[in-house]
């Protein structure tokens, strides 16, 4: 054991419940659950809004989180090789279809426009500029959002005062986690006891974490505390929805075997590839190939195809 986390940061889709009613006549997190369900459906979804004049996200990246699909695979396996699913290559097509339906504001995770999108309208492929710089002669609003458990609170909460309670959270295309939080002691440590006594305040201490859910709303990975609150949680900046139970339901679903610590370099130039097809500037085979080149580079280690 290297770290804990009094944490579980499992994903979900944040919706505006006024769009759903509009758009569909219904804003249930089971019904929008049913509309999302699959990635073909989402595009589905997508297409109805953008009919009604609405973005099904506020930018490309978001459906990252739905790339592996329902039966994720690590990105190394125990011979050490490069996995390359069906399901991360259909997202390829996925996620150009996203940009050339334009199903998406086109506004870049935390960038102002992003935040703003929470709020209102914003102007159509705003970039990374301030809104009051963007030229842009079309504004558009955005459905929802794919973010994990702190997202709801830290993320859209303060970015949405406004439209408080009138937000909705369900499940998209298949589960997913996005970060969290860990803590372990320093091996060279001078103070190893008081660095303990830390860690179990913020793992193990039932006073303590009760507040911090009271506070926060933070979902604990402390069983004794979820177990006495999933049943009677609320919120009210979701209509009164039990954000609780859907998280910890969320969170079974996880499959924690695939990660691995190549993800974050391996995902970061996967996403680049991804992004060179969809502009048009490599043909999908080219962009697959260059990825397992990029790996290779980055990572000498790992078996690709171009080995074999």
Same mark, same amino acid.
């Given at each position: 054991?290297?770290?804990?986390?009094?944490q579980?940061?499992?994903?979900?889709?944040?919706?505006k419940?006024w769009?759903a009613?509009e758009?569909?006549?219904?804003d249930?997190?089971e019904?929008v659950?049913e509309?999302?369900?699959?990635?073909?459906k989402?595009?589905e979804?997508?297409?109805?809004?953008?009919?009604a004049?609405?973005?099904?996200?506020?930018?490309e990246?978001?459906?990252r989180?739905?790339?592996?699909g329902?039966?994720p695979?690590?990105?190394i396996?125990d011979?050490?090789?490069?996995?390359? @699913?069906?399901a991360q /290559?259909?997202?390829m097509?996925?996620q150009k =279809?996203?940009? #050339?339906?334009?199903y998406?504001?086109?506004a870049?995770?935390?960038s102002?426009?992003?935040f703003?999108?929470?709020?209102r309208?914003?102007p159509?492929?705003g970039?990374?500029?301030?809104?009051?710089n963007?030229n842009?002669?079309?504004?558009?609003?955005v459905?929802?959002y794919?973010l994990?458990?702190?997202?709801?609170?830290?993320v859209?909460?303060?970015?949405?005062e406004?439209?408080?309670g009138?937000?909705g959270?369900t499940?998209?295309?298949?589960?997913y986690?996005w970060?969290?939080?860990?803590?372990g002691?320093y091996?060279?440590?001078?103070?190893k006891?008081a660095?303990w006594?830390?860690?179990?305040?913020?793992?193990h201490?039932?006073e303590?974490?009760?507040?911090?859910?009271?506070? @926060?709303?933070?979902? /604990?990975?402390?069983?004794?505390i979820t177990? =006495?609150?999933k #049943?009677?949680?609320?919120?009210?900046?979701?209509k009164?929805?039990?954000h609780?139970?859907?998280?910890l339901?969320e969170?079974e679903?996880?499959e924690?075997?695939?990660?691995t610590?190549?993800d974050?370099?391996?995902?970061q130039i996967?996403g680049n590839?991804v992004?060179e097809y969809v502009?048009?500037k490599?043909t999908?085979?080219?962009a697959i190939?260059e990825f397992?080149?990029?790996?290779?580079?980055?990572?000498?280690?790992?078996i690709?195809p171009l080995d074999k």
């Amino acid at each position: 054991m290297k770290a804990l986390s009094w944490q579980a940061t499992p994903g979900g889709f944040i919706y505006k419940r006024w769009i759903a009613r509009e758009v569909w006549g219904n804003d249930d997190p089971e019904f929008v659950a049913e509309k999302l369900s699959t990635l073909d459906k989402f595009f589905e979804a997508a297409e109805e809004l953008k009919q009604a004049g609405y973005k099904i996200l506020p930018d490309e990246g978001a459906l990252r989180w739905f790339a592996k699909g329902s039966d994720p695979k690590p990105w190394i396996n125990d011979k050490k090789e490069l996995q390359l @699913t069906q399901a991360q /290559l259909d997202f390829m097509d996925y996620q150009k =279809k996203l940009r #050339d339906n334009e199903y998406t504001a086109m506004a870049p995770e935390w960038s102002p426009s992003w935040f703003a999108s929470m709020q209102r309208p914003v102007p159509f492929n705003g970039g990374w500029d301030e809104l009051e710089n963007i030229n842009s002669n079309k504004e558009v609003e955005v459905f929802g959002y794919a973010l994990p458990t702190w997202g709801l609170h830290f993320v859209i909460k303060p970015n949405a005062e406004n439209t408080a309670g009138d937000w909705g959270l369900t499940a998209g295309p298949s589960p997913y986690f996005w970060g969290g939080t860990w803590i372990g002691i320093y091996s060279g440590s001078e103070n190893k006891g008081a660095a303990w006594e830390f860690v179990k305040m913020m793992t193990h201490d039932e006073e303590f974490l009760n507040w911090w859910y009271e506070e @926060t709303g933070d979902l /604990l990975s402390y069983k004794p505390i979820t177990d =006495k609150v999933k #049943d009677s949680a609320s919120d009210e900046f979701l209509k009164g929805q039990n954000h609780y139970k859907f998280f910890l339901k969320e969170a079974e679903k996880i499959e924690s075997g695939i990660v691995t610590k190549y993800d974050q370099g391996i995902d970061q130039i996967w996403g680049n590839m991804v992004i060179e097809y969809v502009e048009g500037k490599k043909t999908k085979e080219e962009a697959i190939t260059e990825f397992y080149k990029q790996v290779k580079n980055a990572y000498p280690e790992i078996i690709t195809p171009l080995d074999k």
